[in-house]
């Protein structure tokens, strides 16, 4: 695994809340997992917001609306 160092700048409560908490060797361990974490989160929040955004653009296309219309009769039958 490819590492890199770097420089942050943390407010003093979280940095002495990190400090008592979190084992002298498991800081970057602990902060590498947190930020997987939140990336994971925003990368679904953008997701979300895209695909909403798709679905509001194709309920406004009334082209496509009608062409699903035409269609609707075969989620009614019975597929038994």
Do not use: C, H, Y
């Not at 929040?45 to 496509?64: H, I, N, P």
């Amino acid at each position: 695994m490819d590492q890199v160092r770097i420089n942050l700048t943390l407010e003093k409560e979280v940095w002495e809340a990190l400090d008592r908490l979190i084992p002298q060797r498991k800081k970057s361990q602990v902060i590498n997992e947190l930020l997987k974490k939140e990336i994971k989160n925003i990368e679904d929040q953008k997701e979300q917001e895209t695909l909403a955004m798709a679905f509001e653009e194709a309920s406004g296309d009334k082209e496509r609306l009608a062409g699903i219309r035409e269609w609707e009769f075969l989620d009614n039958e019975d597929w038994d």
